[in-house]
Nanobody
Framework: QVQLVESGGGLVQTGGSLRLSCAAS????????MGWFRQAPGKEREFVAA??????YYADSVKGRFTISRDNPKNTVYLQMNSLKPEDTAVYYC????????????????WGQGTQVTVSS
């Protein structure tokens, strides 16, 4: 069982930055692919970024602006978000998957509670 707790959301102006953190419980954090997803009101949950121990993956909409990273000894994954836009406004979720990364939310085994990110214009 893995428990995930996100933090770092908030209100920021267009062009600003935020760093989200996701702290995971468990002893086998480094064996999980970790992903960030987001869900805006009235929209489906969408893939943002994912990381395995060796690779990182990004949605086209955030490539070049967002950076995902992980600190295995601290059981933590981060999402650095720069050049934020109003369309980035959403609840951001951290997720863990045992069997490699995926862009599909349904493929992930564990989820955090989410953290709100609001970008004002």
């Amino acid at each position: 069982q893995v428990q995930l707790v996100e933090s770092g959301g908030g209100l920021v102006q267009t062009g600003g930055s935020l760093r989200l953190s996701c702290a995971a419980s468990g002893r086998t954090f480094n064996t999980y692919a970790m992903g960030w997803f987001r869900q805006a009101p009235g929209k489906e949950r969408e893939f943002v970024a994912a990381t395995t121990t060796a690779y990182t993956y990004y949605a086209d909409s955030v490539k070049g602006r967002f950076t995902i990273s992980r600190d295995n000894p601290k059981n933590t994954v981060y999402l650095q978000m720069n050049s934020l836009k109003p369309e980035d406004t959403a609840v951001y979720y951290c997720a863990a998957r045992k069997s490699g990364w995926s862009q599909r939310a349904l493929d992930y085994d564990y989820w955090g509670q989410g953290t709100q990110v609001t970008v004002s214009s």
